[in-house]
């Protein structure tokens, strides 16, 4: 008898069906979308795809971010709640591309589960890793 957890692995999609969506971005809460909008262009470059008072869409390569206001925001709590967040791949050593995501604006988080890769902050709190391991194909 074959588990369901170690089973054939299933096709992403049937050939007969057609996917409901299509991803579009990630969207990031923040108070100062103008800030960090900035240090994700310093820190993965890319262009703006528009800006407003309360909003700021940057296409950085791979995907669209769009920086939201939100009244009231606050960071999340890392670690010690359920929280989406980006892995970032870096050419050269962790350290040195942790150490420019730092200049750029970035804070180290106290805690650092494996030396593989990094976990730092934004400028808005959200925790973000940089890493040199990168998935094949990617």
Known sequence: MTSLAHGPPMPSTLPSEQPVARFAGVSLDCADPAVL???YLE???GQVLWRSVDSVGIRVPGV???MQRVAGYRPPAWPGSSVVHLDLTADQDVEDAAGRAVAAG???AEHQPDPRWR???DPAGHPFCITTITPPDA
């Open 119 to 121: 976990v730092l902050l």
């Open 64 to 66: 669209v971010l769009a």
């Open 37 to 39: 909008a900035d240090f």
């Open 43 to 45: 820190l993965l470059g």
């Open 106 to 108: 970035a804070v180290r």
